[in-house]
């Protein structure tokens, strides 16, 4: 009988199958973790947006803009403000009118991304109007 020297045609096409199907499954499981990257960056992007939509908000003071829409490079904000029945003059800290009102305002906030919906929120804004001079609350 001979020594056998190197493999025979059955073993290499039994490691080759064992390979492919290793391959496969590392193969599957990469891109599976990529496309969930994606998710996660796609996400992370999305907040960050609504995160400074959030922040230019509340700049906006609803009375004198109870509607608007703002255009930052590809996003777009829209909103629509509407009083609630809450009312006040402002109050300074000693408890006296000020020359201000304020007036809370329900607002709903819609953020498009290259003209696609990222986001549709409601949230609170508080507008503010000089109603009075200061001689008023000076000689009251």
């Known amino acids: 009988m001979k020594k056998q020297c190197g493999f025979t045609l059955l073993e290499a096409v039994v490691a080759m199958a064992i390979f492919a199907m290793s391959a496969t499954a590392i193969y599957a499981w ?3 973790n990529l496309k969930s ?3 996660v960056h796609y996400a992370q992007e999305k ?12 700049s ?3 009375i004198s803009n109870p509607k608007g829409k703002e255009i ?3 996003t777009t904000i829209e909103w629509t403000a509407v009083p609630m029945k809450y009312s006040s003059d402002v109050l300074d800290d000693f408890g006296k009118k000020t020359i201000n009102q304020a007036t809370l305002y329900s607002a709903t906030v819609t953020i498009y991304q290259n003209n696609q919906l990222i986001n549709q929120f409601d949230m609170v804004l508080l507008g ?3 109603v009075r001079e200061m001689d008023e609350i000076l000689f009251e």
């Open 30 to 32: 990469v891109n599976t």
């Open 37 to 39: 990257l994606e998710r």
């Open 47 to 58: 907040n960050a947006i609504q995160d400074s939509v959030i922040d230019f908000m509340r």
């Open 60 to 62: 906006v003071n609803p």
């Open 72 to 74: 930052w490079g590809g």
């Open 128 to 130: 503010i109007v000089k």
